[in-house]
């Protein structure tokens, strides 16, 4: 478990929060209260507000066509951050906040995992451990019916199929695995984007992007999710090999047990996660001790 969590921290993350009830500069002021560094607005298509920090990275805050109000809203993306950032994005998540950012319905969260050095062989240890798992992902992260159903549909049985049989290894294949043919200039908005775990991302920012998480601006939520994201890719670049045949079936009566014991073997565990199996635990049904629910006494 220890090899997870040193290859956990080893990991580049970044972040896109989708905020209603805040203007683009009002969220840039939120963020330079704790980063610091210089507010500039740089307009353009996005009508782009920017946060260059004193450590020179570059926070945006841009608009989004999904948010229900353009000039009162805000999608703040984070720089590539390490794990020591942690505290840093909390405390910007919190300065939101208080400016009077909401997460409605309409919002969401999307986490960008970045690939580095990953194989192939990796890559796709991780698309079959998130396929897996994804109906209990989905319902520990509360993800709404109507974001699956439009800007984050779970993972295509065609994309699995595909995997099986050509057994990618090589960039190229898996790109092949991944469109349903060689799509050697991806554009930004191509329609495979919208996948809960989408690699169109990697073909065009060099990211996993996990896409399924409602907005949110409750920093303890957003940390756990990162750290899901984070444990997954952990385990995937570890692992020998994975297998999506037995897909786990979603079960209301274990659901809270069968995730808390996925929770420990991606090495959630102890004090340091506690909060984390917390977040990522309350929205299930069941009991997390007992997998049947607490034994009645006679």
Request: proline share 2%.
């Amino acid at each position: 478990m220890q090899n997870q969590i040193e290859t956990m921290k080893k990991l580049t993350y970044g972040t896109e929060l989708e905020l209603e009830g805040i203007t683009r500069r009002r969220a840039a002021e939120a963020v330079q209260s704790v980063v610091g560094g210089e507010i500039a607005y740089a307009g353009g298509t996005y009508d782009t507000w920017t946060v260059t920090a004193h450590d020179g990275r570059v926070w945006k805050m841009v608009s989004d066509a999904s948010l229900s109000s353009r000039a009162n809203s805000a999608e703040v993306v984070t720089p590539v951050l390490r794990w020591e950032d942690m505290d840093t994005l909390q405390e910007v998540v919190r300065a939101l906040r208080r400016a009077g950012a909401r997460a409605e319905r309409t919002t969401s969260q999307h986490i960008h995992v970045g690939a580095g050095e990953m194989t192939v062989k990796q890559i796709i240890n991780l698309v079959k451990m998130e396929y897996r798992q994804e109906e209990l992902i989905i319902k520990s992260l509360g993800t709404h019916e109507s974001r699956l159903a439009s800007y984050c549909h779970r993972t295509d049985a065609a994309f699995i199929e595909r995997l099986e049989r050509q057994k990618p290894e090589t960039m190229r294949e898996l790109n092949e695995a991944w469109y349903g043919y060689y799509n050697a200039n991806p554009t930004h908005y191509d329609g495979s984007r919208y996948h809960f775990l989408n690699l169109h991302a990697l073909f065009t920012k060099g990211t996993i992007e996990w896409r399924g998480q409602n907005g949110s601006v409750h920093a303890g939520e957003i940390k756990a999710r990162i750290f899901l994201a984070l444990a997954f890719t952990a385990k995937a670049i570890n692992a020998r090999c994975a297998s999506c045949r037995t897909r786990r079936e979603y079960n209301p009566t274990s659901a809270k047990y069968d995730f808390r014991v996925e929770l420990l073997s991606l090495g959630l565990i102890g004090d340091e996660f506690k909060n984390t199996r917390m977040h990522l635990l309350k929205n299930l049904p069941g009991c997390a001790a007992w997998k049947n629910g607490r034994p009645v006494a006679a």
